[in-house]
């Protein structure tokens, strides 16, 4: 085989979706300019460089922007969240109704178990803001 | 020096079936309607056209199906998929293609069923795993997501985005063509229900079918076609994400990069434009467009709007059709931007006409802020 061995192994999604199962909330980090991107891919979006780090996130964030989205079901929180690291993602936030969920509230990550385990956030203890 | 494809090519022929609601029709029933009502508007037949450029919410491979059912014999076509962006960035690559000889006449065409078929938007293969387990409402919430960071950010209020939505219902209301004709108040619009934060259903566009199609040459035919050719004198497009969350800043949008091209081709600036449309899905998409674009500073949208200035008797004509809130929004609405810039350029729009527009700016989106076109067009006077 003539394969590129920078890309041996499984992709950034498999690894994503494999340490979440193990409890684990992973990030990539460029070797070369820092940055850290969400979600996962083979090149950094900063500086298009190929050789990308694992590590495990703080999981301290801060509300981006939030929705709270209205369902006859129910209503719940949809949430950008800009990660301690720099990356951005979306999740909810919970432990408060979703329309108190406002933006520059800081939040801490949360592993919520299943067949399709995800990372939700809940507002950091003593913020009162 | 003026960019070579500066008015290089024209708009000469458009179609637009008006079929709002239109139970037992297709996409492709109203595709293959517009195409021949563009033809038959600038005396040109099915058999001259040899660019075919298309896309459909439906179809994953539209230009097989739209060639195979109009019968042309294509030499050259693009059926890229940016959301309804995605007839703008076709308007640039048929330009570029025509000026290089690879076509000689360029079809642009669209046609959906979004609302006899159920209402919804019509879904795209397009998984978002990173976003699927938060059920955001598609495409709705990530624009909340924007409407809220704005508000946070300037000021913005409900209000001002209500008045989005009141200037596109004046305007529909001198278009007998419109959609949703007749009275609204602020008020209604502030006590519809809310369907994610701060966005209401009267803050989004309509649901319609419909079908749009333009005809474009090369400037040395379009002048001996039936009708006066609107010439194409920017083009601009600009991607800058796919997911909401990897927007770098939900206040600016890549319009700002996609007009600054179109400016630069066109070699005009924001006060040289006469009349102006931009996409509005959602009432904020239309605060953001006009700052993106450059008609008010950025932050100062929602005031520029509530002062009343892209209402009819404004000072900036704007979504003169009654726009996707008030006219019709077939699923994907891009290409009715340039029917009405091409109508009002021809003196054509009755008691919604902008008195001597010369210059008029399309602009349109696709998929959550995620693509930007924009086009700017004129009259023969502008060459």
């Not at chain 2, 802020?369 to 067009?377: K, P, R, V």
Request: glycine residues 10%.
């Amino acid at each position: 085989m003539s394969t590129d061995s920078r890309f041996d192994g499984p992709g950034p999604d498999e690894i994503w979706h494999s340490s979440l199962a193990e409890g684990r909330f992973m990030l990539q980090q460029c070797r070369r300019c820092g940055t850290c991107r969400f979600p996962p891919a083979l090149v950094c979006r900063e500086c298009g460089s190929a050789d990308l780090a694992w590590k495990e996130a703080t999981g301290q964030g801060t509300v981006y922007s939030a929705t709270t989205v209205r369902e006859r079901e129910g209503n719940y929180s949809v949430a950008l969240i800009d990660l301690a690291e720099g990356a951005r993602m979306m999740s909810r936030v919970e432990g408060i109704a979703p329309d108190a969920v406002h933006i520059d509230l800081k939040v801490e990550a949360r592993i919520v178990d299943g067949p399709e385990p995800m990372v939700v956030f809940v507002p950091t203890k003593g913020d009162a803001s | 020096m003026s960019h070579p494809l500066r008015g290089s090519a024209a708009i000469v022929g458009i179609g637009n079936t008006k079929r709002w609601k239109a139970p037992g029709r297709t996409p492709f029933d109203q595709l293959q309607e517009a195409a021949i009502l563009a033809l038959e508007d600038c005396g040109l037949g099915l058999k001259d056209v040899d660019g075919l450029f298309c896309a459909i919410s439906s179809s994953g491979l539209p230009v097989l199906n739209v060639a195979e059912r109009l019968g042309i014999s294509v030499r050259h076509a693009d059926g890229t998929m940016v959301g309804g962006a995605s007839f703008l960035f076709h308007l640039q690559s048929a330009v570029a293609a025509l000026e290089n000889g690879l076509c000689d006449v360029a079809l642009i065409c669209y046609g959906s069923n979004q609302l006899s078929a159920g209402g919804r938007l019509v879904s795209m293969p397009d998984p978002q795993p990173y976003e699927a387990p938060y059920k955001p409402r598609y495409p709705i919430s990530s624009y909340a997501l924007a409407a809220a960071r704005h508000m946070h950010e300037f000021g913005t209020t409900r209000e001002n985005l209500a008045d989005v939505a009141l200037a596109a219902r004046a305007w529909a209301n001198l278009n007998p063509d419109a959609f949703a004709r007749g009275p609204l108040t602020r008020d209604e619009i502030l006590s519809s229900r809310m369907v994610s934060d701060p966005i209401t259903r009267a803050d989004c566009c309509l649901v319609t079918d419909g079908g749009a199609a333009l005809v474009v040459t090369r400037a040395d035919r379009a002048r001996d076609l039936a009708k006066p050719p609107a010439y194409v004198l920017g083009t601009g497009v600009a991607v800058s994400h796919r997911q909401i969350a990897a927007m770098p800043d939900l206040t600016t949008t890549a319009a700002v990069e996609s007009s600054r091209r179109a400016y630069a081709m066109a070699g005009v600036s924001p006060t040289d434009i006469d009349h102006v449309m931009v996409y509005d899905a959602f009432t904020i998409t239309t605060l953001l467009f006009l700052e993106d674009l450059g008609f008010c500073p950025k932050g100062e949208g929602g005031a520029f709007v509530s002062s009343g200035a892209i209402a009819p008797g404004g000072r900036l004509p704007v979504n003169t059709n009654g726009g996707g809130l008030s006219c019709n929004h077939p699923g994907m609405y891009g290409l009715f931007t340039i029917i009405e810039a091409v109508e009002q350029l021809r003196g054509a729009c009755g008691a919604r006409q902008v008195q001597g527009a010369e210059i008029a700016l399309a602009h349109a989106n696709g998929g959550v802020l995620s693509s930007q076109a924009t086009a700017i067009l004129g009259s023969a006077a502008t060459l």
